[in-house]
T-cell receptor, first 113, second 112 residues
């Protein structure tokens, strides 16, 4: 089974500042997909951003962007201009070509007003 | 409204009493999947389905069954629940998993 590691159980950021959440994964495959999901206190899982491994260009969705380093097997999430609504648990996820998903253990993000 | 609907949202049951958690999606999605979420472990995939009558084991399938008789429904069955199956369960669906999944609101299951 693949492993996904989120080494930061908790992070905090000042409102309007930038924060980066780290994620590394272990795989021997060359083709796969990576995701960041957000889980606010409502417990709903919300897709934030996705990255295809064969694309070198880093994905961006408004204030959210990723730094994808394929050789290092690293997939960090950068949140710019942090807002109070960004406070949530963030999960990094890996999907193989057989549609199996593997999630990290999550990073709890606190946004300080 | 496009959504994945799970029922019930909360369930307390006793060891050994068979139960079913229902999952239904109204988006005509081919792919559906079940996960359990435990503190410190993140989400782990239990079973997934690529189409009607096509299911496959995820990372933690022991103690669970699923069926996919129609595209919209993907129930999770616990034939003989045990306390170690106490968890938060999520159903999810996708037209194409490469685009990510849409998740249900979760079912908090407690087995005593």
């Amino acid at each position: 089974a693949q492993t996904v590691t989120q080494s930061q159980p908790e992070m905090s950021v000042q409102e309007a500042e930038t924060v980066t959440l780290s994620c590394t994964y272990d795989t021997s495959e060359s083709d796969y997909y990576l995701f960041w999901y957000k889980q606010p206190p409502s417990r709903q899982m919300i897709l934030v951003i996705r990255q295809e491994a064969y694309k070198q260009q880093n994905a961006t969705e408004n204030r959210f962007s990723v730094n994808f380093q394929k050789a290092a097997k690293s997939f960090s999430l950068k949140i710019s201009d942090s807002q109070l609504g960004d406070a949530a648990m963030y999960f990094c996820a890996y999907e193989d070509t057989g549609n199996q998903f593997y999630f990290g253990t999550g990073t709890s993000l606190t946004v300080i007003p | 409204e496009a959504q994945v609907t799970q029922n019930p949202r909360y369930l307390i049951t006793v060891t050994g009493k068979k139960l079913t958690v229902t999952c239904s999606q109204n988006m005509n999605h081919e792919y559906m999947s079940w996960y359990r979420q435990d503190p410190g472990l993140g989400l782990r995939q239990i079973y997934y389905s690529m189409n009607v009558e096509v299911t496959d084991k995820g990372d933690v399938p022991e103690g669970y069954k699923v069926s996919r008789k129609e595209k919209r429904n993907f129930p999770l069955i616990l034939e003989s629940p045990s306390p170690n199956q106490t968890s938060l369960y999520f159903c999810a669906s996708s037209l194409n998993p490469l685009d990510g999944y849409t998740f249900g609101s979760g079912t908090r299951l407690t087995v005593v």
